[in-house]
């Protein structure tokens, strides 16, 4: 039974920084990426970020590039996602998801198999 659990956030002031972490558990195997996405309030869900567990390959969208950074722990079946220079429109709920599949699927949700309980970030002086 695959599980993911995040962790990490909290209230940080504009240009602060804050480190998630998505535990995953139950996967047999390393063909699946994490992805972390996030969804404000009456909005669709946004993809963030992806890492493919085996090649380490990372991909971000525009609206994070230069300022969040995905990183992966394999020996503790762990993913990151650093986040500095934070906007208070970074300010929701973000949730990290997997996707069985060697390659990262790209940010429809969808696409991904399993997901998380998301973690609230807030950006706010």
């Known amino acids: 039974q695959v599980q993911l659990v995040e962790s990490g956030g909290g209230l940080v002031q504009p240009g602060g920084s804050l480190r998630l972490s998505c535990a995953a558990s139950?996967?047999?195997?390393?063909?699946?990426?994490i992805g972390w996405f996030r969804q404000a309030p009456g909005k669709e869900r946004e993809g963030v970020s992806c890492?493919?567990?085996?090649?380490?390959?990372?991909y971000y969208a525009d609206s994070v590039k230069g300022r969040f950074t995905i990183a992966k722990d394999n020996a503790k079946n762990t993913v990151y996602l650093q986040m500095n220079s934070l906007k208070p429109e970074d300010t929701t709920v973000y949730y990290c998801?997997?996707?069985?599949?060697?390659?990262?699927?790209?940010?429809?949700?969808?696409?991904?198999?399993?997901w998380g309980q998301g973690t609230q970030v807030t950006v706010s002086s």
């Open positions: 998801a997997a996707a069985k599949s060697w390659y990262c699927p790209g940010y429809y949700p969808y696409n991904y198999d399993y």
């Open positions: 139950g996967f047999t195997s390393d063909d699946y990426v």
């Open positions: 890492i493919e567990r085996s090649s380490g390959n990372t």
